[in-house]
């Protein structure tokens, strides 16, 4: 059924902010960190071309600014690691869905480490990258140790010539939930075995 002009997805920029999904909005809930009711509570829901509906979740206290914000699929998927070599200009714009169980691993330069702490979002390659990048930024503006302050200033160089196309990375996303995807036929897709406890390794 024609369902009208489809719109050509613009697939540069941060990529997170796009989309004209309805959003619910829930404010002056009890934030559980600072216990003001001064949390606001969002969900809203985006479809993600060739990987289906996801809900996303966030909490924002404007008293403390805990912030958290997470991602689930509509429909139940398979544990699953995602891996792709991605370098230059066409390669920024690949959607990414990252989930909060999600390990993200860029080879040679820096994790992403699931849990409590990490937040699930959409984004792109380039929007990963930058993520990943001022987590090295911490360290290099904190450290102390000069030897770990160089290392942090090779490692945003490496990130920034990757994005200027000069320099290739691997980013390998791995997710027990299923949760999250690199989207494009680049990546490579393997199922994901999960450990169960007393497993042998
Ligand atoms: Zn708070």
């Not at 996801?54 to 139940?76: G, Y």
Request: hydrophobic share 35%.
């Amino acid at each position: 059924m024609a369902k009208g002009a489809e719109q050509k997805e613009n697939n540069r920029g941060n990529g997170e902010s796009e989309g004209e999904s309805k959003i619910d909005v829930v404010m002056g809930e009890l934030c559980p960190v600072c216990s003001k009711k001064s949390l606001t509570l969002t969900e809203r829901e985006q479809e993600i071309p060739y990987f289906g509906k996801v809900f996303l979740f966030s909490m924002t206290c404007t008293s403390c600014k805990f912030h958290k914000a997470d991602l689930e699929c509509a429909e139940a998927k398979e544990p699953a690691r995602y891996s792709i070599e991605v370098s230059g200009s066409d390669d920024m714009g690949i959607r990414v869905v990252k989930s909060g169980q999600a390990t993200v691993k860029v080879p040679y330069v820096a994790n992403i480490e699931p849990g409590e702490a990490s937040n699930g979002y959409v984004t792109n390659v380039e929007g990963l990258l930058q993520r990943i990048k001022k987590q090295i930024e911490v360290v290099r503006d904190t450290e102390e140790d000069q030897d770990a302050v160089q290392k942090a200033k090779s490692l945003i160089k490496k990130i920034n010539r990757c994005v200027w196309g000069e320099e290739k990375l691997r980013i390998i996303i791995e997710d027990p939930t299923g949760n999250s995807a690199v989207i494009s036929e680049k990546a490579a897709v393997e199922k994901m075995k999960v450990k169960s406890v007393g497993e042998q390794h």
